[in-house]
């Protein structure tokens, strides 16, 4: 999700996230990487090597695992995954250590910074999916408290989403702190009696949800779609005021609701000019929420390691992915 995230999502999410399950990121990722952390080309494949970072929802790695076996499998190139927070994943391009970040959730003050004023970075077009962060609790509580979507009855409820880390207040969880989110400012501007908590990762958010559904126990997150856990349980969006352009403007005056999010791709300006079949492979990526969800759900909940849930994906949707390889 997502900063962020999260979205994003979030979303996680993945969402790490996202808007931003199963988060694989280590607890010391939010530092850049060293170049012998990204290993060298010289242990390239017969095509080349191509670096991908890997940021913290399982969203981002379902989408990473069938590029990475496409990669591999069809053109020859040796990936080399790169496990890192969203911002140092932007930092990498700068450095050399990232080639290409597959799942990028909005970010314009990045995008004005890497691609406007540095040109180290470039747009590579639409992952697909359409990426929602926001507010959500157990369908549950929506029909024990049929109001409670409506953020001006939010501080009504706040009694009953007290814990011992929200200091008196409501608690919002949150994932991770690098994921996409305004939440702080949310609840500060709309004098709302919550306190933001950190769960830590898209994973602890996930155990969250599932407790709140399986034991009704009354919770308030931030989550994020496209996620597989929506396959699993049902959660609803709060609605936070509409979102209208420019709205979130000042990260320190948000009032509204998260954007709607085009997920998209973003390589690194040496990578788009000198990556060949790879980049064209990157950028012609596209599929659908259904899709990066069933990939997610396999490596999350199917026992199924990325390459294998990417190997079951590309042999069942031949169609979908031929048309993304280089002409």
Not at 63 to 87: C, F, I, M, R
Not at 267 to 290: H, Q, R
Request: glycine residues 8%.
């Amino acid at each position: 999700m997502k900063k962020l995230r999260l979205i994003a999502g979030v979303l996680v999410l993945g969402l790490s996230a996202a808007a931003c399950g199963g988060a694989k990121v280590e607890d010391d990722s939010a530092a850049a990487p060293s170049a012998s952390a990204a290993g060298s080309a010289g242990a390239a494949g017969s095509a080349g090597t191509v670096k991908m970072a890997i940021n913290g929802w399982v969203g981002y790695e379902a989408d990473a695992a069938v590029v990475s076996y496409l990669l591999e499998h069809e053109l020859g190139y040796k990936v080399q995954k790169v496990t890192l927070a969203e911002e140092p994943s932007w930092q990498g391009m700068e450095s050399g250590d990232v080639d290409v970040i597959i799942e990028n959730w909005g970010h314009p003050d990045l995008k004005k910074k890497y691609i406007e004023e540095k040109k180290v970075a470039v747009e590579a077009g639409s992952t697909g999916n359409k990426g929602v962060i926001g507010w959500y609790v157990p369908e549950w509580m929506v029909e024990k408290y049929p109001d409670i979507t409506d953020w001006k009855n939010l501080n009504k409820y706040a009694d009953l989403f007290k814990t011992s880390e929200s200091d008196g207040k409501g608690q919002l969880l949150d994932g991770d702190p690098s994921f996409v989110t305004n939440d702080e400012a949310l609840v500060k501007n709309l004098k709302l009696n919550f306190k933001v908590v950190y769960a830590g990762s898209e994973a602890s958010l996930i155990k969250a949800a599932k407790q709140a559904t399986e034991q009704k126990k009354p919770l308030l997150m931030y989550f994020y779609e496209p996620q597989w856990l929506f396959n699993q349980i049902k959660l609803v969006k709060v609605n936070l005021p509409p979102y209208t352009e420019g709205c979130d403007s000042d990260p320190k005056k948000v009032a509204c609701d998260y954007p709607p999010y085009d997920l998209d791709k973003i390589v690194s300006k040496k990578f788009a000019d000198t990556g060949g079949k790879a980049y064209e492979l990157i950028k012609n990526f596209n599929w659908t929420n259904e899709d990066q969800n069933a990939v997610a759900d396999d490596i999350t909940n199917n026992g199924m390691s990325p390459e294998e849930a990417a190997k079951k994906w590309v042999e069942a949707n031949p169609t979908k992915w031929q048309a993304w390889m280089p002409k």
